[in-house]
C-alpha cells in the first residue's frame, strides 16, 4: 500500500491519508477479521478461541509484526491464525470452511461501511481539505480491507483459503499440501516482494473494490 502509494506520485494529503488508513486498518479492523473467525468457530461448537483469548477485539491479541507489516507497505497481510480444532464441529469439514469464510467477509462487511462513509462525506461536502482528507482516508481504508478478503481466500497456507480448499480436495492430499506451509508462505511474500503477484491481487481487488462501490453508491447518484 505504502510502496503504491509513493511510486503512484499522490500527494501529501493522499499519501497522508493511506498512512492512517493502514495503521487503522491493522489495529482496529485486523482484529475484526479475527474475531468474526473466533466468533463463528465458538458458535459451531468449538471453545478453542475463546480459551485462547482470541474472541476479543483487543489488537494486541491478534497482530502478527511481519504481516501488519505487509498490510502498510503493499497492502495485503495477514494476522495471527485463529486456533481451532475442528473435532468441536459437527461437520468438521464445513465448520473449518465457515470459520475461515467469516473474516474475509468481515473485511468486505468493514469495506462497505468506509465506501457508505466516503459516499456520505461527497454528498455532504468533498472542497475543504479536510473533507478531502476523511474521503481519501476512507477509500484507502475500503481498498486496502478488500486486498485482504481476497488475498485471504488464495487457497494457500495458513490463509482462509487453504482451510476452505479442503472442501474441494481428498483429505489425504489436503494435509500432503499443508506439510509445506511455511515454504508456500515464504515463496508468497517472495513473489509479493518482487511485484509478481502484486498485478493479479490488484486486478481482482479493483475488480471487488468497483462492484462493491457501484451497489453502496446506487442510492446516492
Known amino acids: 500500500m505504502l510502496f503504491d502509494i509513493l511510486r503512484g506520485g499522490y500527494s501529501a494529503v ?6 492512517f488508513a ?11 477479521h479475527e474475531y468474526a473467525h473466533a466468533l463463528i468457530a465458538v458458535k459451531l461448537g468449538d471453545p478453542t478461541p475463546r480459551m485462547q483469548g482470541r474472541l476479543s477485539l483487543n489488537p494486541m491479541r491478534h497482530i502478527d509484526p511481519i504481516g501488519a507489516l505487509m498490510i502498510v507497505l503493499v497492502g495485503f497481510g495477514y494476522a495471527k ?6 473435532r468441536n464441529f459437527k461437520n468438521p469439514k464445513v ?3 465457515l470459520t475461515a469464510l467469516a473474516g474475509p467477509c468481515a ?17 455532504i461536502s468533498a472542497t475543504n ?8 482516508f476512507f477509500i484507502f481504508a475500503a481498498s486496502i480491507n478488500v486486498g485482504l478478503a481476497v488475498f485471504n481466500l488464495l487457497p494457500i497456507p495458513p490463509l482462509d ?3 476452505i480448499l479442503q472442501l474441494l480436495i481428498p483429505q489425504k492430499y489436503y494435509f500432503k499440501f499443508m506439510q509445506y506451509e511455511r515454504y508456500i508462505i515464504l515463496i508468497v ?3 509479493l516482494f518482487f511485484n509478481v503477484l502484486n498485478r493479479p491481487l490488484g486486478w481482482l481487488q479493483a475488480v471487488v473494490y468497483n462492484a462493491l462501490d457501484a451497489i453502496v453508491s446506487y442510492p446516492f447518484r
Do not use: D, Q
Open 14 to 19: 493522499e499519501i497522508l491519508a493511506g498512512v
Open 129 to 136: 481539505i479536510l473533507a478531502v482528507a476523511f474521503l481519501y
Open 22 to 32: 493502514s495503521v487503522f486498518v491493522v489495529f482496529c479492523t485486523l482484529p475484526i
Open 95 to 97: 465448520g473449518m470452511a
Open 107 to 123: 473485511n468486505l462487511l468493514m469495506a462497505f461501511i468506509f465506501l457508505l462513509c466516503k459516499n456520505i462525506v461527497m454528498s
Open 189 to 191: 511474500f517472495a513473489l
Open 81 to 86: 491464525p485463529v486456533s481451532v480444532n475442528a
Open 161 to 163: 483459503g487453504s482451510r
